[in-house]
């Protein structure tokens, strides 16, 4: 059982930073590829960012790519997104999620086997 709090959400005007975390319970933290997903009110889960258990290779939407940069801290037990010149179209809960599985597909949200309950980011125009 794998539990995941993000923290680190808010209200930030366009062009802003912001800086998630995603904190892990349990001694298997650092064998899970993790991913960041985000949804907008009335809009589809999306895939944001992915990263794999060793923290070697990282995917991005295309949407965030040269603007988000997703990391992680094994000893630590805990994912981070950091969020730069962020956009009013960057609003929208986001959510963190491990894959204790094979670590294929991870721009997939049914790859992932538990979820965080998300923290709200608000971009102002």
């Known amino acids: 059982q794998v539990q995941l709090v993000e923290s680190g959400g808010g209200l930030v005007q366009a062009g802003g930073s912001l800086r998630l975390s995603c904190a892990a319970s349990?001694?298997?933290?650092?064998?899970?590829?993790m991913g960041w997903f985000r949804q907008a009110p009335g809009k589809e889960r999306e895939f944001v960012a992915a990263?794999?258990?060793?923290?070697?290779?990282?995917f991005y939407a295309d949407s965030v790519k040269g603007r988000f940069t997703i990391s992680r801290d094994n000893a630590k037990n805990t994912l981070y997104l950091q969020m730069n010149s962020l956009k009013p179209e960057d609003t929208a809960v986001y959510s963190c999620?491990?894959?204790?599985?094979?670590?294929?597909?991870?721009?997939?949200?049914?790859?992932?086997?538990?979820w965080g309950q998300g923290t709200q980011v608000t971009v102002s125009s």
């Open positions: 999620a491990a894959d204790v599985g094979s670590g294929y597909k991870l721009r997939d949200a049914t790859t992932y086997d538990y």
């Open positions: 349990g001694r298997t933290f650092s064998r899970h590829n």
């Open positions: 990263i794999n258990w060793i923290g070697g290779s990282t």
